[in-house]
């Protein structure tokens, strides 16, 4: 079955940095689209960034410019660099197979002001 492993949240003061990685297995992981989601306290969980299976990548508005998406296909990877890290940006985040039900458990990133 599908498995998504995410890993590399934490603590991190504003303006800092943190890597998000995602270990999938389980499917040939080079034919689909991935993607990164997040939810806060109270919220709806929202779309952080895509990347289609062929490296075509789409941001939120909310983190253009500070995030970015990449995949590495022979490793089964899909990382999420996050600099200029603000308060707003505390969340869960889950790394998900775009357009399919399959999500990850979920990592904390906590941004304090």
């Known amino acids: 079955q599908v498995q998504l492993v995410e890993s590399g949240g934490g603590l991190v003061q504003a303006g800092g940095s943190l890597r998000l990685s995602c270990a999938a297995s389980?499917?040939?992981?080079?034919?689909?689209?991935m993607a990164w989601y997040r939810q806060a306290p109270g919220k709806e969980r929202e779309l952080v960034a895509a990347?289609?299976?062929?490296?075509?990548?789409n941001y939120a508005d909310s983190v253009k410019g500070r995030f970015t998406i990449s995949r590495v296909n022979a490793k089964n990877t899909v990382d999420l660099q996050m600099t200029s890290l603000k308060p707003e940006d505390t969340a869960v985040y889950y790394c998900?197979?775009?357009?399919?039900?399959?999500w990850g458990q979920g990592t904390q990133v906590t941004v304090s002001s």
């Open positions: 998900t197979v775009r357009w399919y039900n399959y």
């Open positions: 389980g499917l040939t992981f080079g034919s689909y689209a």
């Open positions: 990347i289609s299976s062929g490296g075509n990548t």
